[in-house]
């Protein structure tokens, strides 16, 4: 048989380790396979996704919270203290036996989402990065379902009009008027853009914390906007929540409510307390700092339009899609709200050439990339001409240090170029397919294709120095850096 | 990168024979070593810690005889254990079996991974029967330090 276990304990130190020692020497006196998991302070790798489906059933030995436990969902289990454990793993063996075979074949085990991005044990920086990087990627359907929808709204029914429309269009008047088509779009686009702080927040607690960090975040993310503290409140909320359901996590109660927990306790006392907090301690002052950010980011608009070119475009290539970039985007959500579309223009375009740039740079030097990133690159087009920045990713996660300085020099051009010829989007998305709606287009398609050179220009000029040691160097450079 | 076990346990951290009435008596005296070896600063806030951990866990003991109280706690110095053995035995919250072999686990608040390592093998070594005879029997002080060296690398 093929099993798995978890082991678990508050400190994560001793009692873990020994209940996975003792299962694994249990289980192998018993003829059977098994990869066990420690969760805490002494945890290794996590168990694969791959081993999962493959196994037979599962063990927690736990004194605390199984982290990701739905990674395991579908499967024969049985849960213990990890002191049993330790003293009777061969009971707990028979149990997990019995287990098995009552159970119904199954359907394969649904590995989960995280299972393959957050492994446990991983250093507290990357554990932290992920958790950012869940809630950012769960929230982007809604940044491209809205943005592309209000975008469409605008070419429609032109970007004031559609905006004066206040009731919902009926079924009768959408084939009539332009406006009331594109009010449709827009109205539909708006609603979902209103999502996006909620769903940052609930994300970021669900890769804490996994599903019971859903309703605690997103409720989170929700006052986050009431209290106009916009993106960064959503950051915090969504890491409030998780660490609020966290601690509920390690509260152990014994027996039958021990189920109550999960159905109960969690989103009820996991909602109010984050809820409270957000609202009465911390909401307001991160409704200051964001608006401070805003208010300044505007006042550089005024006084030096290419300096703040340059930070934004420096932004929104920096992490391709990450939070670094969200914040600069969220910037230029703010900034047309506030009627300000200069600002948004930028935001676009730098957000367009990391993937364009990249793309072109496969065309004109194929030899300076892999097969893999060739084939990247030729989907790189269509996503940077759509302002998918993540088109970038495959290029940088294979070789950061050459390749993040060029998008950002890229980008840093292209945004400063469009501020310093004040062209102006309505829409906060859309890349190529609303180049109608921008005014200055020569300027802009002009800051596009400079920045998109200047891209492929310094990726390739970085990329063809040193080539020979293009990979033994990529892990050496920064440490050289700091010595010389 | 490891931490050798014999950086965190020494001679004059080991016990031979213990005498204590009940597990906090145990607890305590296991904690006045910590201290005459100056890597214990605040000896009660540290007994109270560990106390703490087991009510909260209902007990470290394990019904092989072994027991390992512990605790992370700012008045540590250094990441320590001390290993005591306690003939009488004294109960600490396995049924029916006294602990007679105790391992108190001291971390500073901020313990790194690699001590954490460490403290893991050595709890995953316990499970073994051999092992735990081979401590029980250990003639001097130095004998259990070289046991426990010569088992976790």
Known sequence: ?484 | MTVAIDTLVTPDLVILDLEAPDRRAAIEAIADRLSAAGRLTDRDGFVDAVWAREQETGGTGMESGIAIPHAKHAGVTEPSVVVARVPGGVDFGAEDAPADLVFLIAAPAGADDVHVTVLSKLARRLVHQSFRTALREAPTAEAVVSILKEQIQ
């Open chain 1, 1 to 484: 048989m093929k099993l798995v276990a978890v082991t678990a304990c508050p400190t994560g130190i001793a009692h873990s380790a020994m209940a996975a020692e003792a299962l694994e020497v249990a289980a192998r006196e018993a003829g059977h396979e098994i990869e066990v998991e420690i969760q805490g302070a002494a945890g290794g790798p996590g168990i694969s996704a791959a081993t999962i489906a493959a196994a037979d059933a599962v063990i927690f030995a736990v004194d605390a919270g199984v982290r990701e436990r739905s990674r395991f969902d579908g499967l024969p289990s049985v849960e213990v203290r990890t002191r049993r454990a330790i003293d009777r793993p061969a009971e707990v063996i028979a149990e997990v036996e019995a287990a098995a075979a009552e159970a119904p074949s199954r359907t394969a085990a649904r590995p989960s989402p995280m299972a393959a991005a957050a492994p446990a044990g991983t250093s507290p920086g990357e554990q932290f990065r992920i958790w950012l990087m869940t809630g950012v990627s769960y929230m982007l359907p809604f940044v491209v379902a809205g943005g592309i929808l209000i975008a469409l709204g605008f070419s429609i029914g032109g970007a004031t009009r559609v905006t004066e429309v206040e009731d919902w269009p009926a079924l009768s008047s959408v084939f009539d008027s332009r406006v009331q088509l594109g009010a449709l779009l827009f109205k539909i686009g708006a609603i979902a853009f209103s999502m996006l702080v909620p769903i940052l927040a609930g994300f970021i607690a669900f890769g804490m914390v996994d599903r019971p960090g859903i309703a605690p975040g997103v409720v989170a993310g929700l006052i986050a906007n009431e209290l106009g503290a916009g993106f960064l409140g959503g950051l915090a909320g969504g890491l409030l929540a998780g660490a609020v359901v966290m601690l509920l996590m390690r509260i152990n109660v014994g027996g039958a409510l021990s189920k109550m927990m999960p159905v109960l306790v969690y989103p009820i006392v996991g909602t109010l307390v984050t809820g409270a907090v957000l609202v009465l301690l911390i909401g307001n002052p991160i409704a200051d700092v964001q608006s401070g950010l805003t208010d300044w980011l505007t006042d550089l608009q005024g006084t030096n339009a290419v300096l703040l070119g340059l930070l934004i475009g420096s932004m929104m290539a920096f992490d391709m899609g990450g939070p670094v970039n969200k914040a600069a985007y969220a910037f230029g959500l703010a900034s047309l709200d506030s009627g300000n579309f200069a600002v948004m223009a930028a935001v676009m375009i730098a957000g367009m050439t990391p993937p364009l740039g990249l793309a072109l740079a496969t065309a004109v030097r194929p030899r300076l990339f892999t097969d893999a990133e060739r084939e990247s690159g030729k989907a790189a087009w269509p996503l940077g001409l759509s302002f998918i920045t993540e088109g970038a990713i495959p290029f940088a996660a294979g070789d950061p240090l050459r390749v993040i300085p060029a998008l950002i020099a890229g980008s840093a051009t292209a945004a400063a170029i469009s501020m310093a010829v004040d062209a102006q989007l309505r829409a906060p998305h859309g890349g190529i397919f609303v180049l109608g709606l921008i005014d200055g287009k020569i300027g802009y398609l002009l800051a596009g294709i400079l920045g998109t050179a200047v891209t492929a220009a310094v990726v390739v000029g970085l990329k063809s120095v040193h080539r020979d040691q293009a990979h033994a160097d990529a892990g050496a450079a920064p440490r050289e850096a700091v010595t010389v």
